[in-house]
């Protein structure tokens, strides 16, 4: 006996029901499901996605039995409706739709009313006693057979139907009589027999037959396999075909066809919402021919079919727990349903619908939390563009989607004009080429960010997710010459000051003003909107609430700033997973200590080298190293009080929570100007030549910098600015604890390799740590302090056993390990990385989303032997990852204690937590 | 009862042998075992390295137990000899010398005559009768503790001798008398108060314990700490303290003291070598102020002393199995022996001695294959400065010794000077900044090559190995101005033509002619001389025959041409662990196709994107790919036989060897001029403006190249290269095999990181093999291929399992495995690796010798996981690290099949592979 293709439904029997998805596609699943709870469903029978598959292998042929299982499935159809498939008294007539296990354009979609020839459409005037809707039937049929099945360019149908509305003087389809569409069906037989070359099929078994095939097919067509790529969809085998027996919107004034949703899918009002079309079949509705009315005006219309579908949201949401998506058609004031789903819907939706459900008791929190994507949530604290506002807008081009929300301002095209308009008041977007370090100012001064170059992680897009700033990363189309102070898009020229829009949420790039409304749970955060006031935030508190008790690990944050601080402790954070202390250097006039510091550092050192080898003059060499030392302390002392204040701010914000700090990290070069002005101008603050500025660039350049002379090994060579920062952390400590805040610092040592980097670097912050507690006076458990390392090295994943005996906490930075462990440099593999995307070598990008199976593996090795020579150890996570849902999953499975990501991506990372807990049980 | 500190040697008893070194040093453990085999060895007694450990942790004091045996030896010592420490008749006088586990300079050396004093003097004056004898000992014994005790300068009590000799009008100490030496005497004492502050101590048992403590606390003095660390001498913990009673060999013209070698360390020559100098104690051979006599003169002067120690020369060496280093005394006629130890040997010697002893029956072939250091064995094919030469030569500055052996030659600054004057048959030396691939062929015409910049591993360093020629590296004292043509160093210019010297086994850097000789092995490895003419040479080709018989693993050689590779067959090789193509494209003319392809290659790929993606007009973007496709083909088919003959003439050198041939590895900007003038010259040579060179070039930049674009990352998305490379290499196969000569080709993808990248290149190539192997007719198995992978990236050892399903083997590219497992970039890690190693995170250069917890860990991981998947795996490693015999001892104890290097380095690496099993059994 052959395998099991064709699956019924229908008051006969029903084969199927919802659990069966992979089988028989989410459309059949459904529809046997709804038949088996006495959904007025109209019969038909689905084949499986097995057949699907089966049918590709065996390059486009039906499988053995196939054939007999639908013929056996037509006839039951036939026997239970009393019609007959070609039939030309009571004719059967079908539709054949695709329907893969997920939701998935691309495929071959519909095809109505098959069945029809000129032999069975005179048997359905009679019977319907409408001869113009027979021909409707018809020529729709012709249409969407010749459009879908035989892949006949859409616009030939369109272009001949349009000849006879014009030809009469009407517009819509409807005011066609029988004459017109006999006329067009004539038109429709020759358009087919010239583009194929043969008469339209007459056998309704062809049809089927060649409908089928098409629906099979269309599963590898470049378009479907295009949409699974772009969104991830793996594992599925094929699509499976639903044949259904047609029911006829297009009947007259008492039949019609609508979709609906069982809640307002943009914002989860739990309102019925919807659009219907009166004489309509199919796509009408969406094509935008004859404008759809809203759902609600149907109860004036045909107040019996509007009860009915009332009737049916209570039932279907009662039943499949969610919100719906639901295709009707009414025939003659019979309701039908023809398709149900879980609608989609936007994050707000989610939000409300999810707590609203759980609240009405239809779903448990658990459920609630699952329900509201993760990937999205942070969309909830961006602000938006205005829809009217942008539907009017002048798109000039699209960039990469790099950091959500809508900003719209004066473009500016250097960080120093960002800072200078911003400070008189003037909203600014930021141009750039790319951004650098050294643009750190004026992008936290822009509302926007928009770069022609660098993908999701390049240094805009980073920096603007952290910051929380809308961010456009990537315009390649953009040339934008900052010199000059323009920016050429498509001939359009953009010059400094005009004013510019972007929608981080879409990558959409506006030349004018577009209107921009902030978030509303972030204006109910920082009091400028009670809560009260706002459902959207009531709903949020009680989500993330809930989310907080299902999860194991703690969510921190990545934060440089007391401003960035009480941001994400409003948004939850339980902590500071990484502080980097070297973007305080960035920030206004700090910079030009720090320059002079690294004028002179090599002086010193090297006088002193001389000095303590005993070779040369000792007394010349002391004299000699007078003055650069002077300088060097002199940098050193500028330094301390700034970053202790920065310290003590972040401290006082963070409200007793633990701070992780990592000392100096970047190389020095990063620090200087790179281009001739920069250096001419710091050559004057500091009183040297030009050349001496230049000399210093070029023996600070690296060949490759991502794995130069920075973190650790910068703090083993240089160790008086490590010194510093200890010596800021402590004092800051003190200064707070004094106040009465509890102060949990950890002082992080970065890019530590070898276990005796991390055993000399402890031990120099460690006499720093004792020495700030002696003169302060303090014991030696004033403060409770932690000294531990980063893990962002291969090698000290590889040996962090031996770490771990010295460190007090890992944290793993994911983002440089994975740079080492895959080879990617984060700065160039936007050349190859997003073809290798495609291509199937990596699932994701690798710097978005952790490399589970090569990172991963790494972080497992790392986290395993850390805690095999140090059981309990505390380690987290403090790269860009820490905020993804799909590495929190991830980093949960393996134990981590806590992950830490930008502010704005706090409430994801805590929902992310809680379903990575929920999903693994 | 305390621990045992004290072990005497004498005819009472003798406590310790020559198994004891770790506990009572190199010299106490051979006086004892030279004791107990009835050598004339003066009795005493040794303080073992424990105690000197003991000492330093307990704060520099005794350990109880201690006086109390150091009083005992010292009365055993005196039953013995019959004399009484501090007696005033009969003395008993000691010396008291260091003495680790190893030889090393640095520590406080010896005292001679301790136990001397104003009363003792006397004793001594009549007892030997001769007051002038006595004299000169004290004063000796004050010089000497003074200085190497109490660390009063040196040169105080040189400057006071001297002045007694000026005042006398006299050059020689002998020639000053007992008169003299009193007032020597005197004039000491005055120095000693007024350096100490108190007197001369006249206690015979404090000077002892003054003595002992110097020497225990030198063993932390900086000179020592530093010489440790230079000689990576670890895991020691101390040294002994040897205390022996004196022979004088000053006691006039019947007396007399040596150092003599039982065979020749220059050359390892079986002869007796030696120097001595009658009426002479201790340092008096060394100082230089006497010329010492050569050992045979000996035979005249006494002897019966000189029998005696020819008697010993042949006792020793049968007993110790090697050649010593001997120290004697000769006092009043009878002969002492003080000290024997292995001595130290030039790798000639070394080589020499191993064969001879082996052929004598002294040792057996395992013995003689362990006694020749790999590590310096490839010294025996370098050219050589002749050393009288040498030392008149003007010495300029010292750098690395980056490439062993010398050369001499015109300064020339660009690659293209050295070309071109090599091409008109002069000898240069290239002097450059630092060297990049475009500089190869200016390298390989050069006869040394001098860079200021970069290390042990910088390009410069790792090419000039790869083809044998000298080279000094990072000489940071030199200004090279390449436009201008000269080369400053300290005030000294160096013009261009101005002949300058290298010595790349010493890193000197010399002005003017320095003589230089070829390498003896390599004049008959070229047929330039007579096997039978050259002992060295037979003697090299006995221990590596040897040697090949302990083996385990293979050796390869990293070869690209058919020179190199016929030097590595006359080398040994066993075929070619990594053939890289790229060199291929720098010869001479070859870089304007490939330069070409670079051009148009982008555009190629864009427009056919394009057309593939359907969108745009067909027609037009067929017709605008029609000129850079023509190009791109054209420089494609320009390339294929310059390819295909390349690797005929290295599958003909290898003549039936196995070849591994790295597909296309390097960053396409690689290829291109950063430069100004060589963007113009090539913008003519390629008929394009300088701006779309220019611009290209900027297109091509990446901020971190090593991590970049390149590699199968290359391969895939301009899969044509890869391709034109796979079919020269079969083409050239079957030629070649058509010729009668097996060919055995190993197609290597480089840079896999992920399996993916693996299949997709695999099946690309596999393609072109199979399209070839048809075309020319041939059955699939006409030609013995394979393909398989580098594993270079982290990711790749770790996900080694997965990768080894597509790949028929595994080379470990430990290099680029180093830089990213560490996280160190070869070009940068100057800066701070050096100080590294001199603070001990890394034992050694880990890019020179490989890192074994780190990379060696993810070394055995990738070969763990690959051999899991795929038991008997080929794997072997062809980074820097197969000519390193420590790196080459981990790689046979993980189970690599082979270990591949430069040519020079073959014979290095057979040697270290034998030693490696030897090692392990």
């Known amino acids: 006996m052959s395998k099991k293709y064709v699956y019924y439904f229908g008051s006969t029997k029903t084969d199927?029901?919802?659990?069966?998805?992979?089988?028989?596609?989410?459309?059949?699943?459904?529809?046997?499901?709804?038949?088996?709870?006495?959904?007025?469903?109209?019969?038909?029978?689905?084949?499986?996605?097995?057949?699907?598959?089966?049918?590709?292998?065996?390059?486009?042929?039906?499988?053995?039995?196939?054939?007999?299982?639908?013929?056996?499935?037509?006839g039951i159809l036939e026997a239970e409706l009393g019609r007959k498939f070609g039939d030309t008294d009571n004719p059967l007539l079908v539709s054949v739709r695709s329907g893969a296990a997920v939701s998935?354009?691309?495929?071959?979609?519909?095809?109505?009313?098959?069945?029809?020839?000129?032999?069975?459409?005179?048997?359905?005037?009679?019977?319907?006693?409408?001869?113009?809707?027979?021909?409707?039937?018809?020529?729709?049929?012709?249409?969407?057979?010749?459009?879908?099945?035989?892949?006949?360019?859409?616009?030939?149908?369109?272009?001949?139907?349009?000849?006879?509305?014009?030809?009469?003087?009407?517009?819509?389809?409807?005011?066609?009589?029988?004459?017109?569409?006999?006329?067009?069906?004539?038109?429709?037989?020759d358009i087919y027999r010239k583009a194929i070359g043969s008469d339209f099929p007459e056998d309704p078994w062809e049809q089927l037959k060649l409908?089928?095939?098409?629906?099979?097919?269309?599963?590898?067509?470049?378009?479907?396999?295009?949409?699974?790529e772009i969104n991830e969809i793996r594992g599925l085998i094929g699509t499976a075909v639903n044949v259904q027996a047609m029911v006829f919107g297009n009947m007259g004034q008492e039949s019609g066809t609508g979709v609906c949703f069982t809640r307002d899918p943009a914002n989860?009002?739990?309102?019925?919402?919807?659009?219907?079309?009166?004489?309509?079949?199919?796509?009408?509705?969406?094509?935008?021919?004859?404008?759809?009315?809203?759902?609600?005006?149907?109860?004036?219309?045909?107040?019996?079919?509007?009860?009915?579908?009332?009737?049916?949201?209570?039932?279907?949401?009662?039943?499949?727990?969610?919100?719906?998506?639901?295709?009707?058609?009414?025939?003659?004031?019979?309701?039908?349903?023809?398709?149900?789903?879980?609608?989609?819907?936007?994050?707000?939706?989610?939000?409300?619908?999810?707590?609203?459900?759980?609240e009405e008791g239809l779903i448990d929190k658990r459920e609630a939390v699952m329900r509201v994507p993760a990937q999205s949530f942070n969309q909830l604290f961006a602000p938006v563009l205005g829809s009217e506002s942008k539907a009017s807008a002048n798109l000039l081009t699209r960039g990469l989607n790099a950091s959500p929300g809508g900003a719209c301002g004066k473009a500016v095209f250097t960080a120093e004009t960002a800072e200078e308009w911003n400070a008189r008041g003037e909203e600014v977007v930021l141009c750039r080429l790319e951004t650098s370090p050294e643009d750190i100012g004026g992008m936290a001064a822009a509302k926007g960010i928009l770069t022609a170059r660098g993908g999701m992680t390049s240094h805009a897009a980073v920096v603007a997710r952290g910051m929380g700033v809308?961010?456009?990363?990537?315009?390649?189309?953009l040339h934008i010459d900052s010199n000059a102070g323009i920016m050429v898009c498509d001939g359009y020229t953009v010059k400094e000051g005009d004013i510019i829009a972007i929608d981080g949420f879409t990558g959409e790039v506006f030349s004018g003003e577009v209107q921009v409304r902030p978030s509303e749970i972030v204006q109910v955060l920082h009091g400028n909107l009670k809560a009260e006031d706002s459902v959207l935030y009531r709903n949020y508190e009680k989500l993330v609430g809930w989310a907080d008790e299902f999860r194991r690990m703690d969510v921190r944050t990545n934060a440089d700033t007391p401003r960035d601080t009480e941001m994400?402790?409003?948004?939850?954070?339980?902590?500071?997973?990484?502080?980097?202390?070297?973007?305080?250097?960035?920030?206004?006039?700090?910079?030009?200590?720090?320059?002079?510091?690294?004028?002179?550092?090599?002086?010193?050192?090297?006088?002193?080298?001389?000095?303590?080898?005993?070779?040369?003059?000792?007394?010349?060499?002391?004299?000699?190293?007078?003055?650069?030392?002077?300088?060097?302390?002199?940098?050193?002392?500028?330094?301390?009080?700034?970053?202790?204040?920065?310290?003590?701010?972040?401290?006082?914000a963070l409200e007793g929570r633990p701070c992780n700090i990592r000392l100096l990290d970047p190389p020095l070069h990063e620090f200087l100007p790179q281009?001739?002005?920069?250096?001419?101008?710091?050559?004057?603050?500091?009183?040297?030549?030009?050349?001496?500025?230049?000399?210093?660039?070029?023996?600070?350049?690296?060949?490759?910098?991502?794995?130069?002379?920075?973190?650790?090994?910068?703090?083993?060579?240089?160790?008086?600015?490590?010194?510093?920062?200890?010596?800021?952390?402590?004092?800051?400590?003190v200064k707070v604890a004094d106040e009465g805040i509890r102060v949990l610092p950890e002082i992080m040592i970065p890019l530590v390799g070898n276990v005796k980097e991390l055993t000399i670097a402890r031990e120099m912050a460690q006499k720093v740590v004792d020495t700030v507690l002696s003169e302060q006076g303090k014991t030696d458990d004033y403060i409770n302090y932690q000294i531990g390392t980063m893990i962002e090295i291969p090698r000290a994943a590889i040996t962090a056993d031996k770490i771990a005996e010295n460190a007090d906490f890992f944290s793993f930075g994911t983002n440089d390990l994975t740079?080492?462990?895959?080879?990617?440099?984060?700065?160039?593999?936007?050349?190859?990385?997003?073809?290798?995307?495609?291509?199937?070598?990596?699932?994701?990008?690798?710097?978005?989303?952790?490399?589970?199976?090569?990172?991963?593996?790494?972080?497992?090795?790392?986290?395993?032997?850390?805690?095999?020579?140090?059981?309990?150890?505390k380690i987290g996570v403090c790269g860009e990852h820490g905020g993804d849902p799909s590495s929190i999953k991830f980093f949960d499975s393996v134990g981590m204690n806590y992950v830490s990501c930008s502010p704005y991506r706090v409430p994801v990372a805590r929902l992310a937590a809680a379903q990575a807990v929920l999903d693994s049980e």
């Open 16 to 74: 199927g029901d919802r659990s069966m998805k992979e089988l028989l596609g989410g459309k059949g699943a459904n529809l046997a499901e709804m038949t088996k709870i006495n959904m007025p469903v109209p019969p038909g029978f689905t084949i499986t996605t097995e057949t699907c598959d089966a049918f590709n292998k065996a390059g486009s042929s039906w499988p053995l039995g196939l054939e007999e299982q639908v013929h056996e499935g037509i």
């Open 104 to 189: 998935m354009p691309g495929m071959m979609d519909t095809v109505l009313n098959l069945g029809l020839n000129e032999a069975t459409l005179d048997g359905i005037a009679k019977r319907s006693g409408n001869a113009r809707f027979a021909w409707d039937s018809y020529r729709r049929f012709m249409q969407m057979f010749g459009d879908v099945v035989m892949d006949i360019p859409h616009h030939d149908f369109e272009h001949a139907l349009d000849s006879v509305k014009n030809e009469k003087g009407v517009k819509l389809d409807t005011d066609l009589d029988l004459h017109d569409l006999k006329k067009v069906v004539s038109l429709y037989r």
């Open 211 to 228: 409908s089928i095939d098409a629906v099979f097919s269309s599963w590898n067509n470049s378009r479907a396999i295009r949409y699974r």
């Open 268 to 358: 989860g009002e739990n309102v019925f919402y919807g659009e219907y079309l009166m004489d309509a079949q199919g796509e009408d509705v969406v094509a935008g021919i004859r404008t759809p009315l809203s759902i609600s005006t149907l109860e004036e219309t045909d107040e019996k079919s509007y009860k009915g579908l009332l009737d049916l949201r209570v039932r279907l949401e009662k039943h499949y727990l969610d919100m719906q998506d639901i295709e009707f058609t009414i025939e003659n004031g019979r309701l039908y349903i023809l398709q149900t789903r879980t609608g989609k819907r936007t994050v707000f939706a989610a939000l409300n619908m999810a707590v609203d459900m759980a």
């Open 470 to 477: 809308p961010c456009v990363s990537g315009a390649d189309e």
């Open 568 to 652: 994400a402790v409003l948004f939850g954070a339980q902590g500071i997973g990484l502080c980097r202390t070297e973007h305080m250097f960035f920030e206004g006039d700090r910079i030009i200590p720090f320059r002079k510091l690294i004028l002179v550092a090599d002086d010193v050192k090297r006088i002193q080298e001389k000095i303590d080898s005993g070779a040369g003059d000792k007394e010349a060499l002391t004299v000699e190293l007078q003055k650069p030392l002077a300088r060097y302390n002199e940098a050193i002392a500028e330094l301390l009080p700034l970053q202790r204040n920065d310290f003590e701010g972040i401290f006082r």
């Open 675 to 733: 281009d001739d002005d920069g250096q001419k101008e710091m050559a004057e603050v500091m009183a040297v030549t030009a050349e001496a500025v230049a000399l210093k660039v070029e023996s600070l350049h690296e060949f490759n910098p991502m794995m130069g002379h920075r973190g650790c090994r910068l703090g083993l060579i240089y160790p008086e600015v490590a010194d510093m920062q200890v010596r800021a952390i402590m004092e800051a400590s």
């Open 819 to 873: 740079q080492m462990c895959c080879g990617f440099s984060r700065d160039d593999s936007g050349k190859f990385l997003g073809e290798y995307v495609r291509m199937g070598i990596y699932e994701r990008d690798p710097f978005a989303s952790l490399d589970i199976p090569g990172v991963g593996s790494l972080v497992k090795i790392g986290i395993d032997l850390g805690r095999k020579a140090k059981p309990g150890l």
